[in-house]
């Protein structure tokens, strides 16, 4: 938020005698000859095993060796985690499947350190055990039981160790059938409003949850105000904070307001720096003045919208704003940005743009302004090279469906600009709808069982990571759901597989340090996914301000070719928990996989690097980014030899890199004497090549010495001008 100025031995082989037996010889002519038989019938199609029964379930243990070893993590489907215990017999695990189930299988998969001797129990109750296997010579390794029985517990007992160290289990696996399983669908809960045309007095609806949220900017609301296809007068729906409004149409024009969707300052004085936390979606607007207003901040989307008139993008009395975000969406008349620092438009259309800040910045924008960075500010590009648009949900008749958009390469203009929009519709009964109180452990089971996640408006705390593994799996929310990962868990992790979604979430962590909070692709992913990138839109990360926070990093990327799609990833500035040390977040944005793309990048207030790209070929369109406030004094930031660390790291490995539309701000309020060597710290290659850069010191709060590596004029006094390079190198 800118400041108020703005392997195993080979055994040897006997060796063959001088002449084979001539028997022997025709054995092996033989058979040869119905191998080469084989070749032509076809095998038969092989049935990979369902999803364990334990995946993802309630589990316990008798002890655990340390906090990097718990016993969730042997049911996790993950086989680079892992349960161990202390270094003494006996020792047990247990997982609850729920309900009872018939049994058939428990795989164990042991680390080094292994059971001699075990048993595998089963109980109906958690108290009467009985015994379904028992060995007294387990092998290790990867060992197979077929058992048979009926339980709703399983546990796996040890009794004698073959290490000097704990159990230690990979995975603990049950097979069967029945146990506990979760229905998809179902109603969405108190916190999504629904509306139709007919609905009595909508506007004292709306008008209500705006006095609850206008200015609850640490609150726990959370809302969702869907509207039907239809027409709808007389309506202006003022939005605050941790509030989505969208149409339940497959297309824009289908829910038509005449009125408007408005975002203002009034709460803050005229000032919208921090009017954070809400969105508006696939809504047709006909505005009652003829100009929309959305006068917002970071992490507040404007996608799929159509408005028939023009969009103003400053408060009223046009006071200080630090915007912003449209995509997907068609404004017949003029954008005003006014006193809007940046901007970022996505494969859209626009019927004029009136002005530029610092940074306006446009890709696949029909109707955008001639490049002329930095006068005035444009960086444009004729196509966005890869972009999906974000999956939303929908009526088709009186059933709820989630349109999942296809993917555009050289993308121009709206999706939906005639005929049916491309992609794909998946029923709400394939949704796990997740609400409040949801733990963890239910919502891996969910997706174990192949439902996708829907989550309903609410704060969710997780005891263990959301794992989601299963290709092209939705998980959406709804109304800026939140999820806070309790005791130093990563909230959610994705596994290196296609096209997952990942869309609508705010991650918020908590007091214990959270290595990770979002991690997408395991370290060392390699898989291709060029054909089906996972992409991840409008999942937004803080740190601090509701609470202490802590995490090292807010975002990793694994994965090769994910596409990030419009994020904020804010170690907090301002609100409760806030210190250098408090809510401390080293690194914003991680980036080791290959041929990522970002889009839409904001990142804020990191004590280190706020991005470090690792990864080969990545490109960015457009970044925004606050070295954070509170470094006490310039040894607090010093990176060996260098004062400051970048806003913008690439690895001096990196022999391909790509960025159009960057900006990086200071404002060392607490030590203005502060110097950053440079905002953009990329390795001097043909490869790795920036467009349009920019930094700005706010109010002579601090100063850049450069804007990339040495290049660049510096920064100086007061008069908050930026420092510009058209091109690097």
Not at 517 to 538: E, F, K, M, R, Y
Not at 562 to 589: E, K, P, Q
């Amino acid at each position: 938020m800118p400041a108020p100025l703005t392997g195993a031995p080979v055994s040897p082989r006997p060796s063959p005698g001088p002449f084979p037996h001539p028997r022997r010889l025709a054995a092996a002519v033989a058979a040869a000859l119905v191998a080469a038989l084989l070749l032509f019938v076809p095998a038969p199609a092989a049935h990979a095993d369902p999803p364990p029964l334990s995946q993802g379930r309630p589990v316990t243990a008798s002890s655990q060796e340390n906090g990097g070893t718990p016993a969730a993590a042997a049911v996790d489907g993950n086989d680079g985690t892992r349960w161990s215990s202390a270094f003494s017999d006996p020792q047990w695990v247990q997982v609850d499947l729920g309900a009872p189930a018939a049994l058939g299988k428990v795989v164990l998969k042991w680390e080094a350190a292994y059971a001699k001797a075990y048993r595998i129990e089963l109980s109906t109750d958690g108290t009467a055990w009985t015994t379904a296997y028992s060995t007294a010579n387990g092998p290790g390794g990867t060992e197979t039981l077929t058992i048979s029985g009926t339980a709703r517990y399983v546990r796996m007992y040890g009794t004698a160790r073959a290490t000097g160290y704990g159990y230690s289990l990979w995975e603990f696996q049950v097979f069967g059938s029945g146990g506990a399983t979760l229905p998809g669908g179902g109603d969405l809960g108190p916190n999504v409003l629904v509306f139709d045309p007919s609905t009595p007095d909508i506007q004292g609806r709306l008008d209500q949850v705006f006095r609850q949220q206008e200015s609850a900017q640490f609150g726990d609301g959370r809302y969702a105000l869907l509207f039907k296809p239809g027409t709808y007068n007389g309506i202006n729906a003022n939005l605050g904070f941790y509030t989505s409004i969208a149409g339940l149409g497959l297309n824009p024009d289908d829910t038509t307001f005449n009125g408007d969707v408005t975002v203002d300052a009034g709460w803050f004085n005229g000032n919208a720096t921090q009017n954070f936390w809400r969105s508006a979606e696939n809504l047709a607007l006909n505005p009652v003045s003829g100009t929309d207003r959305w006068a917002v901040a970071q992490a507040a989307p404007f996608r799929r919208m159509h408005v028939k008139g023009g969009l103003n993008l400053a408060p009223n009395g046009y006071g200080w704003a630090s915007g912003g975000y449209i995509a997907d969406s068609r404004i017949d008349g003029t954008v005003g940005p006014y006193s809007q620092q940046q901007w970022y438009t996505r494969d859209s259309s626009v019927g004029g743009w009136t002005n530029g800040v610092w940074n306006m910045t446009f890709s696949g924008v029909r109707g955008a302004p001639a490049q002329s960075f930095p006068t005035p500010p444009y960086t444009t590009l004729d196509t966005t090279p890869v972009s999906r648009e974000k999956p939303f949900l929908y009526l088709d008749g009186g059933d709820y469906k989630v349109f999942v958009p296809a993917k555009r390469t050289d993308a121009r203009d709206v999706s939906w600009g005639s005929g049916a929009p491309q992609g794909s519709s998946v029923p709400l009964s394939q949704f796990y709808v997740v609400k409040p109180g949801a733990s963890a452990a239910t919502i891996n089971q969910a997706l174990a069982q192949g439902l996708n996640l829907l989550f309903t408006p609410g704060i969710y705390h997780v005891d263990r990571p959301i794992e989601v593994t299963r290709p092209d799996t939705v998980v959406l929310g709804l109304g800026l759901a939140t999820i806070v990962p309790d005791n130093g868990v990563t909230a959610m992790r994705v596994a290196d597989v296609d096209g997952v979604r990942l869309a609508g979430l705010l991650i918020d962590a908590g007091p214990v340090n959270s290595p990770v909070l979002l991690q997408v692709g395991p370290p060392g992913a390699s898989a291709n996914h060029s054909a089906d990138p996972t992409t991840v839109q409008d999942v937004f990360v803080r740190i601090g301000g509701a609470g202490a926070g802590r995490a090292t990093t807010g975002m990793e990327i694994n994965s090769n070719h994910t596409i990030v799609d419009h994020t904020w990833l804010w170690r907090a500035d301002h609100g409760s928990g806030v210190g250098w040390d408090t809510n401390r977040a080293d690194y914003g944005l991680t980036v080791n996989g290959d041929d990522v793309l970002a889009t839409g990048l904001f990142v804020e207030h990191f004590n280190k690097y706020d991005v470090q790209w690792n990864g080969e070929r990545g490109r960015t369109i457009f970044f925004q980014n606050e070295k954070a406030y509170d470094a006490p004094n310039q040894a607090a930031i010093q990176n060996g030899g260098v004062r400051g660390f970048a806003a913008y790291k690439v690895a001096d490995s990196v022999t391909v890199h790509e960025g159009w539309g960057l900006g990086s701000y200071c404002y060392y309020n607490v030590d203005p004497t502060i110097v950053q060597d440079h905002g953009f710290q990329v390795p001097d290659r043909p490869g790795v090549r920036l467009h349009d850069v920019l930094v700005v010191s706010l109010g002579g709060k601090g100063q850049y010495a450069h804007v990339v590596n040495s290049t660049g004029a510096p920064t100086s006094g007061t008069s908050t001008t930026p420092s510009t390079l058209v091109s690097y190198p």
